[in-house]
Nanobody
Framework: QVQLVESGGGLVQAGGSLRLSCAAS????????MGWFRQAPGKEREVVVR????????LYADSVKGRFTISRDNAKNTVFLQMNSLKPEDTAVYYC????????????????????WGQGTQVTVSS
């Protein structure tokens, strides 16, 4: 099992940047594929980006391509989400999640296949 704690959220103006962190504890961090997800009020939780165990493969939602960058440091048990050129529509609670499963590309973006979740961190982008 792995425990996840997100940090780095906050209030930022449109066009600004934030960097989210997700610190993991528990079993071997490098055994898990990691993802960042978000949920806006009244909407379904959606995938933002996913990163493989080694960090060598990433998958981004179309809405964030070119603006967000995921990375991970397996030595420090941490995954990061650098968010640039933020838009008001990026406002949501952001969650990191871990999956021990080996998934296909399509499965990697499936919210239901991630077993461990953090408590979330609020990101608010003002216009």
């Amino acid at each position: 099992q792995v425990q996840l704690v997100e940090s780095g959220g906050g209030l930022v103006q449109a066009g600004g940047s934030l960097r989210l962190s997700c610190a993991a504890s528990g079993r071997t961090f490098s055994s898990y594929a990691m993802g960042w997800f978000r949920q806006a009020p009244g909407k379904e939780r959606e995938v933002v980006v996913r990163i493989s165990r080694s960090g060598g493969m990433t998958l981004y939602a179309d809405s964030v391509k070119g603006r967000f960058t995921i990375s991970r440091d397996n030595a420090k048990n941490t995954v990061f989400l650098q968010m640039n050129s933020l838009k008001p529509e990026d406002t949501a609670v952001y969650y990191c999640a871990a999956s021990p499963r080996f998934m296909t590309t399509a499965q990697a973006m499936d919210v239901t296949l991630y077993d461990y979740w953090g408590q979330g961190t609020q990101v608010t982008v003002s216009s």
